[in-house]
């Protein structure tokens, strides 16, 4: 199993809503990452996880709350969100001792209304 | 925070023309990786090259590195229509023990191939 699966696929939520976005794998990598993508531009690295423990925070807000429960799992809350928060966030995964690649997720398309 | 720039931002070639993207970078770097994109969807991982190396190839897809310009180039060769995707460089930092796997995005090359 090399995928990242993350769910929602689409999220359209209100400003003073609460939501979660999940991320999944299980190819045993120690190392996970939430990104942000705006159209036509790279990918924003948000949060990197290693080993379950939170070891890079990129200054995000804290409307955006990010949660690791276990090796194979990664959430990100929100909170609060405004609309220039909507963006494709993506997930992804990789194996610290094997190497850098990281493999991604299909992304969920987050529309903040 | 962005790594650095690839260009062109975008480039159009027919079918069976080789495409080339380049990529510079402002630090020191352990590895540079390629990822394509289709639209809307998630990155994919082409090819990595790590700092001590010069040339990879991978099939279709020949990249280079020179450190001493921190630049890096990409070379699809033979393209096809199902290659139109974005192209992004990223590097990793020199350690990866104590960043996790992070990665710094180049702006990226929008290729598209027509049939």
């Known amino acids: 199993d090399t995928e990242v699966t993350q769910t929602p696929k689409h999220l359209v939520m209100g400003m003073t809503n609460k939501k979660s976005l999940k991320c999944e794998q299980h190819?045993?990598?120690?190392?996970m990452y939430w990104y942000k993508q705006k159209a036509k531009k790279p990918p924003e690295l948000m949060f990197v996880?290693?080993?379950?423990?939170?070891?890079i925070n990129e200054s995000v807000p804290s409307r955006f709350s990010p949660e690791c429960p276990n090796s194979s799992l990664l959430n990100l809350h929100l909170h609060a969100l405004q609309p220039e928060d909507s963006a494709l966030y993506l997930c992804?995964?990789?194996?610290?001792?094997?190497?850098?690649?990281?493999?991604f997720g299909q992304g969920t398309r987050l529309t903040v209304v | 925070s962005q790594q650095g720039e690839e260009d062109p931002q975008a480039l159009s070639i027919q079918e069976g023309e080789n495409a080339t993207m380049n990529c510079s970078y402002k630090?020191?770097?352990?590895?540079l990786q390629w990822y394509r994109q289709n639209s809307g969807r998630g990155l994919v991982h082409l090819i990595l090259i790590r700092s001590n190396e010069r040339e990879k190839h991978s099939g279709r897809l020949r990249v280079t590195l020179d450190t001493s310009k921190k630049s890096s180039s990409l070379l699809i060769t033979a393209s096809r229509a199902a290659d139109t995707a974005s192209y992004f460089c990223?590097?990793?930092?020199?350690?990866?023990?104590?960043?996790?796997?992070?990665?710094?995005f180049g702006q990226g090359t929008e290729l598209s191939v027509k049939p």
């Open positions: 190819m045993g990598h120690r190392a």
């Open positions: 990223a590097t990793g930092p020199l350690s990866i023990y104590n960043q996790g796997g992070k990665l710094i």
């Open positions: 630090t020191s770097i352990n590895n």
């Open positions: 992804a995964s990789s194996q610290l001792s094997r190497g850098p690649e990281a493999f």
């Open positions: 996880y290693s080993y379950e423990k939170l070891s």
